[in-house]
């Protein structure tokens, strides 16, 4: 059905398109540069974080309660944040560490 690269017709995809190369690689560094600059290490990024309470203020930290799976025992609307970029062959694995400032003292304390 057609001949390829004859004077009427277009050459042929699977001479130009590496989708077709049986030595093209798949691993994404190779096919593009830009995902090994983007793999690594990335912080810290200040973030804040939309924590307020119904009457508008700073949720204040609280003891972890089951039954309602509510409580954090930090104060959220300021923390740091890390990432970490993965790239191995045709996998892209991104991590996110989240660290917040301790506890205040008078949670800590208290029974």
Same mark, same amino acid.
């Given at each position: 059905?057609?001949?390829?690269?004859?004077?009427? *017709?277009?050459?042929?995809?699977?001479?130009?398109?590496?989708?077709?190369?049986?030595? $093209?690689?798949?691993?994404?560094?190779?096919?593009?540069?830009?995902?090994?600059?983007?793999?690594?290490?990335?912080?810290?990024?200040?973030?804040?974080r939309n924590t307020l309470s119904e009457?508008? $203020?700073?949720?204040?930290?609280?003891?972890?309660?089951? %039954?309602?799976? %509510?409580?954090?025992?930090? @104060?959220?609307?300021v923390f740091t944040s890390y990432r %970490? %970029? *993965?790239?191995?062959? @045709?996998?892209?694995?991104?991590?996110? /560490?989240?660290?917040?400032?301790? $506890?205040?003292?008078? /949670?800590?304390?208290? @029974?």
């Amino acid at each position: 059905m057609g001949n390829c690269s004859s004077m009427l *017709t277009k050459q042929c995809l699977g001479l130009s398109d590496p989708r077709y190369d049986p030595n $093209a690689s798949n691993d994404l560094i190779d096919q593009d540069g830009l995902w090994k600059q983007y793999a690594g290490f990335w912080g810290p990024f200040a973030e804040r974080r939309n924590t307020l309470s119904e009457d508008n $203020a700073p949720r204040k930290p609280s003891f972890y309660n089951p %039954v309602e799976k %509510v409580g954090w025992p930090y @104060t959220s609307d300021v923390f740091t944040s890390y990432r %970490v %970029v *993965t790239i191995e062959g @045709t996998r892209f694995k991104s991590s996110k /560490f989240y660290f917040y400032k301790p $506890a205040p003292e008078d /949670f800590c304390s208290q @029974t």
